[in-house]
């Protein structure tokens, strides 16, 4: 596999503790899409999961992108580490193209872990609400290539505001005494 002009090589399946998805992309690595704990039972699993307040943010029903720079090209990927045109054919519609800037000039090896739902999304039958009359994105989380973590969320949020891209919506910090209000 070649991205733009740069040799990459791409898990297909897990392989000696590697999880499928991950993409080395000449001497760095694009971390796998990172898998994160389902809750089922709102009130069991925030129970289960959590001690403290915790953010909540709207789950985006879409498609998975990871975007970050090859040289100096954008790039998205989807889960498995496959190039997505889609998302490369309309990226500047999607992202600001000086929001990406600032965004990589700030973390030149920031990865957006992204959501694209809407009409016309390839990828899904059925259009979430979300989308309004287009395919829309929704940034989630940041990564950095070589990395296995997720951005703090207060590293996160500056990062990404102040670049200007967007994110997906927040319903607020709720804590255990708080589930109806989060339930409703």
């Not at 289960?48 to 915790?54: A, D, I, K, L, V």
């Not at 909540?56 to 100096?72: L, M, P, Q, T």
């Amino acid at each position: 596999l070649t991205l733009e002009g740069t040799e990459c090589v791409r898990l297909t399946a897990d392989w000696h503790g590697l999880p499928r998805g991950l993409l080395r992309v000449g001497d760095r690595v694009l971390p796998d899409y990172p898998h994160i704990a389902r809750i089922f039972s709102l009130e069991a699993g925030i129970r289960t999961n959590f001690s403290g307040g915790f953010h909540v943010e709207e789950k985006i029903d879409g498609y998975n992108v990871r975007i970050f720079r090859a040289g100096k090209t954008t790039v998205a990927v989807t889960r498995s580490g496959r190039p997505c045109p889609f998302t490369m054919d309309r990226l500047e519609e999607l992202i600001d193209p000086a929001a990406l800037e600032r965004f990589f000039t700030e973390l030149p090896d920031g990865v957006l872990c992204a959501e694209i739902a809407g009409p016309g999304n390839p990828y899904m039958d059925i259009a979430s609400p979300r989308g309004g009359d287009d395919v829309r994105l929704f940034v989630f989380d940041v990564l950095r290539l070589d990395g296995d973590a997720f951005l703090a969320l207060a590293e996160r949020d500056r990062r990404l505001e102040g670049a200007g891209i967007p994110q997906a919506p927040r319903l607020g910090t709720f804590s255990l005494d708080r589930v109806d209000e989060l339930k409703a």
